[in-house]
């Protein structure tokens, strides 16, 4: 037997389950309410901050935190924009594709994100947008870049090259009589190692000083460029003179544990070439001690961060190598015993090698920075008008 149906109730339609025609007792059936029961309908869209007009919120439901949600999006769903709790960095960790949304590619950014910035990549660009921001920057740039790297850099390694030339310890390489045993070590010769080697510690810091004011000033001109604030090589040199002596502190300490890394079976040296290799402008752009947080930096995404340094940094070897070919005509048509006199192929390859200095540092330096601008990025976001802010 069948239950009556309450007064307040839709009745099945004529084709009901169980049912053929009209309903017991020859009331006419009402027409068929589809969706719901009788005045329900759909609530409104949710406005921003809140939930469903006229609906209570039930326990465990996530609020949508900001702005209204774009079309064709609903919150709580995978894919949904922006996910709860997620309003920045974005995308999250751990959900690469899931922006910019579907059916909004190149329309929609995050917010406090610039699609048209021209130094930070934003999150899911990949590597062509990291490529984009570098020539972009070498595009703007290289007018101030190339004066500034090449007084810091290649004059101060010139002078290196030639004042070590002269104290190069020479060894007698032919026997006393053909056949014979080797010569015996010249009088003093331990002691002409111990001056050469000292001499090139003193001035490879001393180099390094001048190399630290040219990363300092090349990074102020890279990042006021991008911000489009004007950038003199004066003003520069002046700014990268003000946090040279940090930058260089950190630097020697930088390359000492590098060095230390080679002596350790040399793949140890590799990585912390390569972990700590965002030091300096971690210190520029944070004023943190910057080991550490490199560190953290390059663990974050190792393999995209790992990819763009080793990329720069061939880029920027590859062109040291324009003087090979003098080394090695030196090495075959030279006197050995002219190794120790500025003669014309020892002047060459200390020019050749200071001149191709430029290039390389100035690819290496680009890449660094706008590698670093990238990973802040996936921290929250920022605008180079913001970093050009944080240099000072």
Do not use: K
């Amino acid at each position: 037997m069948s239950l009556p149906i309450p007064p307040d109730q839709p009745r099945p339609g004529p084709e009901g389950p169980g049912a053929a025609g009209s309903p017991p007792g020859g009331d006419p059936a009402p027409p068929e309410q589809r969706g719901g029961p009788v005045g329900w309908a759909y609530p409104d869209p949710p406005a921003a901050g809140g939930t469903y007009a006229g609906l209570p919120v039930y326990p465990g439901q996530q609020i949508h935190p900001g702005p209204a949600i774009p079309p064709g999006q609903v919150p709580g769903q995978a894919g949904s924009w922006p996910p709860p709790g997620h309003a920045a960095p974005w995308p999250p960790p751990g959900q690469r594709g899931s922006w910019p949304p579907p059916g909004q590619a190149g329309s929609w950014v995050p917010p406090g994100y610039d699609a048209g910035d021209p130094l930070v990549t934003l999150p899911g660009e990949g590597l062509s947008g990291w490529l984009s921001r570098c020539t972009g920057a070498l595009r703007r740039g290289w007018r101030v870049l190339v004066p500034i790297l090449a007084l810091t850099q290649a004059l101060p390694a010139l002078a290196l090259m030639l004042a070590i030339v002269p104290l190069y310890p020479v060894l007698p390489l032919e026997p006393e009589t053909p056949g014979g045993p080797p010569p015996p070590l010249p009088d003093g010769f331990l002691t002409d190692i111990g001056v050469f080697l000292a001499a090139a510690a003193g001035l490879g810091c001393l180099l390094t000083f001048f190399q630290s004011v040219g990363w300092a000033a090349g990074t102020w001109a890279l990042t006021r460029r991008a911000a489009g604030e004007p950038a003199s090589v004066g003003a520069a040199l002046a700014y990268g003179l003000r946090r040279a002596p940090a930058l260089w502190g950190w630097t020697l300490l930088y390359g000492l544990l590098v060095a230390i890394g080679f002596v350790l079976c040399y793949l140890p040296g590799l990585y912390v070439m390569a972990a700590l290799s965002l030091f300096g402008p971690v210190l520029l752009f944070e004023r943190v001690a910057p080991l550490g947080r490199a560190r953290h930096l390059f663990h974050a995404r190792l393999g995209p961060v790992l990819g763009r340094i080793a990329l720069a940094g061939l880029v920027s070897s590859m062109t040291t190598m324009v003087a090979a070919p003098i080394q090695v005509a030196a090495g075959l048509l030279a006197d050995p015993a002219d190794l120790a006199r500025l003669d014309a192929w020892n002047i060459a390859y200390a020019v050749v090698s200071s001149v191709v200095a430029v290039p390389a540092a100035l690819v290496y330096l680009v890449g660094l920075v706008v590698t670093y601008a990238e990973q802040r990025a996936y921290e929250g976001p920022v605008t180079a008008s913001r970093l050009a802010a944080e240099l000072g």
